[in-house]
Every structure is written in structure tokens, then in C-alpha cells.
């Protein structure tokens, strides 16, 4: 049996599975991202995540395939180096993840960029497989993009699909990557979570932080954003109400200049709420929309939580 590793590191969550040729999760292990500490701090969570998962499947990590990994940040897939994964503690510079995995794992390790190996699993065996060409977005701790034309992953020279970039607002909110009125600043779980906290300092009611301690979490996860709108917390709703109108600009204008078939919506948050906001996107992308009249198909990733871990390991080609 060839066997194959996937992580999945996320900006709350590190998600490993062991996957067989028929990319059958066989195991699979989570852990919380580290707050705190540095890169390395983080690789150490990874590896250890990624052994718990192997073991679950009956193998060790040497005797695995290779290990794919999706991760944030500026991901140079040549090398494995990983740099500015700004979401995660004390990463601004470069960490040669890869080699320094592959080392801990006794395997290969492959590197790509998390949202883009994500994007490329729903293509090849999820939401995305009735369609040609395609544009992930993956709402989470920030927002994510991957590109798929013409049938083929679109790399461009190593940053493309960075929709969460995309200026939505000329000199608006201030965005995590340092430069202000990026999509990322209105909808990035991180940038939310930053106003969410400003506001209620400043005297505004809301239950977000309450159900974070019941729950016992340091931070607003995306369970603690749907329970809030359940309960129809004022803050929640205007600050969902706001990524919402922000996601509809931003994805307009991806379609605007590459006119796709299909919009694949992922991530925590994007997964979590699911269908019905899937649908508020639609809604707010629709003005913006150039030929407004021929709309793409707009779908909710369908591999779940572990989409990006099995899309790590389709990076492992034997």
C-alpha cells in the first residue's frame, strides 16, 4: 500500500491525514497552531501532528510516501522555504519549512501554497471536478485564492491567486500584511477579530467574547462566529455583513478580468456557514458583476475541513 501525508497548517488549526492512492483518509490528527514562539515552534506541531496521524493509519512518517504540506505565506515550492506567513507567531522572515520537516519525518516533503493545493483538491476531487477553470477563495483566518485555467494550476512567478489582496477600498481598513483597504482587512478572520476587540473596548455590547471563554478559546473561531449570528449578536452580524460585501467586490473583479466557470467557497469560516452565505455572496457580488447577465457557478467546497490536508498530499505525485 503506498501511503501519503497531508498537513494542512492553518492560522488556528494544524490538520494532518494519511491518505492511500485512492486519497482515502486512513488517519488523521489536529492540533491548535501555537500563539506563540516562532516558526519553528510551529514545525514542531506540524511534525508531531503528522506522526499522531500516521500512527492512527498503522505506519510510521518514514514509511510514508512523502508528506505534502499547504501552508500560508509566500511559499517558494522549489526550495520549501516558507516566508511573511504573517498570521503565524514570529514568522516575518524566512523558515526553510521543508527541509526542516522532511529531516523530523525521515520522508520527502513538498511545500505549496495552502489555499492553492486546497483549491486544486476540490478541482480534482470535490466541488470544483464539473468545471474547467475555476478560482478558490478560502475565508478564514485571512482570505486565501487559487486559480485553476484552462484545466492547470496558475502560479504566475509564485504569488497568484492572493485575492485577499485585492484593494477593495482605496486607503481603507488597515489590513494584517501592512497595507491598507485589502479584501483580507474586512473578511480575514485575524482582521475581524482585531475590530471585534477594538469596538468592544470601546464600550460596544457583544457576546462574541463570552462565548469564546465558555468555549474555552483564546481566540474567535469560526464555531464562535456562528454561534454569535445564531444569537444574533449586533457586532457579529455588522461585521459578517461587512466581509460579505467585501467578499462580493473582491470576487467580482477576479471574474471581471478572468471570466471562470466557477467560484469554489472554502476555508473555516467559508465551510462553517455554508450554503446560506454562500448564496449572501452571490447577492453581493452581482452588482460589480461586468457581464452581469452570465454569472459563474458559485459552490461551497465539499472535502471539508480536510480538503487542504488532502490537497497537500495530491502534491505527493508517487
Known amino acids: 500500500?503506498?501511503?501519503?501525508?497531508?498537513?494542512?497548517?492553518?492560522?488556528?488549526?494544524?490538520?494532518?491525514?494519511?491518505?492511500?492512492?485512492?486519497?482515502?483518509?486512513?488517519?488523521?490528527?489536529?492540533?491548535?497552531?501555537?500563539?506563540?514562539?516562532?516558526?519553528?515552534?510551529?514545525?514542531?506541531?506540524?511534525?508531531?501532528?503528522?506522526?499522531?496521524?500516521?500512527?492512527?493509519?498503522?505506519?510510521?512518517?518514514?514509511?510514508?510516501?512523502?508528506?505534502?504540506?499547504?501552508?500560508?505565506?509566500?511559499?517558494?515550492?522549489?526550495?520549501?522555504?516558507?516566508?511573511?506567513?504573517?498570521?503565524?507567531?514570529?514568522?516575518?522572515?524566512?523558515?526553510?519549512?521543508?527541509?526542516?520537516?522532511?529531516?523530523?519525518?525521515?520522508?520527502?516533503?513538498?511545500?505549496?501554497?495552502?489555499?492553492?493545493?486546497?483549491?486544486?483538491?476540490?478541482?480534482?476531487?470535490?466541488?470544483?471536478?464539473?468545471?474547467?477553470?475555476?478560482?478558490?477563495?478560502?475565508?478564514?483566518?485571512?482570505?486565501?485564492?487559487?486559480?485553476?485555467?484552462?484545466?492547470?494550476?496558475?502560479?504566475?512567478?509564485?504569488?497568484?491567486?492572493?485575492?485577499?489582496?485585492?484593494?477593495?477600498?482605496?486607503d481603507g481598513a488597515p489590513c494584517p500584511c501592512g497595507r491598507r483597504g485589502c479584501l483580507e482587512a474586512y473578511a480575514g478572520r485575524a482582521a475581524m477579530e482585531a475590530k471585534a476587540r477594538r469596538e468592544h473596548e470601546e464600550g460596544r455590547k457583544t457576546e462574541l467574547f463570552k462565548i469564546m471563554k465558555k468555549h474555552e478559546h483564546d481566540r474567535l473561531t469560526s464555531g464562535i462566529w456562528e454561534r454569535a449570528l445564531k444569537a444574533e449578536d449586533s457586532l457579529a452580524t455588522e461585521l459578517i455583513d461587512r466581509a460579505v460585501a467585501a467578499l462580493g467586490a473582491g470576487i467580482a473583479s477576479v471574474i471581471n478580468l478572468l471570466d471562470v466557470e466557477a467560484v469554489i467557497i472554502g476555508g473555516g469560516i467559508g465551510t462553517r456557514l455554508g450554503e446560506p452565505y454562500a448564496k449572501r455572496i452571490?447577492?453581493?457580488?452581482?452588482?460589480?458583476?461586468?457581464?452581469?447577465?452570465?454569472?459563474p457557478a458559485v459552490e461551497v467546497a465539499s472535502l471539508g475541513d480536510l480538503g487542504g490536508a488532502i490537497g497537500a498530499a495530491v502534491q505527493i505525485k508517487r
Open 1 to 170: 500500500m503506498i501511503a501519503r501525508g497531508g498537513i494542512d497548517l492553518g492560522g488556528t488549526k494544524i490538520q494532518t491525514v494519511v491518505v492511500n492512492g485512492r486519497w482515502r483518509v486512513l488517519g488523521q490528527a489536529r492540533r491548535p497552531t501555537p500563539t506563540t514562539g516562532g516558526p519553528e515552534d510551529v514545525a514542531q506541531q506540524m511534525a508531531e501532528a503528522m506522526r499522531e496521524a500516521a500512527q492512527a493509519a498503522g505506519v510510521k512518517s518514514h514509511e510514508l510516501a512523502g508528506v505534502g504540506v499547504g501552508s500560508p505565506g509566500d511559499v517558494d515550492e522549489r526550495t520549501g522555504e516558507v516566508s511573511k506567513a504573517r498570521n503565524l507567531p514570529g514568522w516575518d522572515g524566512t523558515f526553510k519549512l521543508g527541509p526542516w520537516l522532511g529531516k523530523q519525518l525521515a520522508t520527502a516533503v513538498r511545500v505549496g501554497n495552502d489555499v492553492q493545493v486546497a483549491t486544486e483538491a476540490e478541482f480534482r476531487l470535490g466541488a470544483g471536478r464539473p468545471y474547467k477553470s475555476l478560482v478558490g477563495v478560502f475565508w478564514g483566518t485571512g482570505v486565501g485564492g487559487g486559480l485553476i485555467l484552462d484545466g492547470k494550476p496558475w502560479l504566475g512567478r509564485g504569488g497568484a491567486g492572493e485575492v485577499g489582496h485585492m484593494v477593495v477600498k482605496k
Open 282 to 295: 452571490v447577492k453581493a457580488m452581482h452588482p460589480h458583476l461586468f457581464n452581469d447577465d452570465n454569472p
